[in-house]
């Protein structure tokens, strides 16, 4: 597939994770090209509520700057695709439910790649290539394969 120019990339929340909270210095390309605008990420309103459950957890022990600042990263980067769900492609199913909705957002905004490190999503990247959709790729493919061509794009 060759991505549009900003490639469209759909990011789970982990990769949000990675990159607005523990600052996960093997992502910072992909943070680097999303701040430059050489990629265009999307979310949508049940992914972005995900995103601000999880930010909550106590697990992650943020105090309320901490929450903020990663919400108001998000928001800054990711914007809110105004898309309606792709009736007329058959998805492949996730085995965990709660990432199905990567999937309808990746097909109905017509990403060029989901980016995740969740195992159940990275075993339908063939399926998804395969039905001329989008990419399901790691950030470490991300970076690989598509941080150096994306930074110099000018």
């Known amino acids: ?25 093997r992502w910072h390309r992909l943070l680097q090209s999303m701040e430059a605008g050489k990629v265009s990420c999307v979310t949508r309103e049940d992914c972005r509520n995900e995103w601000v459950l999880v930010l909550e957890y106590a697990r992650f022990a943020l105090d309320d700057r901490a929450k903020q600042g990663a919400l108001e990263e998000f928001d800054r980067l990711i914007r809110l695709a105004d898309t309606e769900p792709t009736s007329d492609v058959k998805l492949p199913v996730c ?8 999937l309808e957002l990746a097909a109905s905004s017509r990403a060029d790649y989901l980016v995740s490190k969740d195992k159940a999503l990275l075993k339908l990247a ?29």
């Open 126 to 154: 063939r399926r998804t290539r395969k039905l001329g959709l989008f990419d399901i790729i790691s950030p470490e493919q991300w970076v690989e394969h598509h941080a150096n061509n994306t930074l110099a794009i000018s």
């Open 95 to 102: 085995k965990d439910r709660d990432d199905q909705k990567f």
């Open 1 to 25: 597939m060759i991505p549009k120019s900003p490639a469209r990339l759909v990011l789970d929340t982990n990769i949000c994770l990675d990159l607005f909270v523990y600052r996960d210095p």
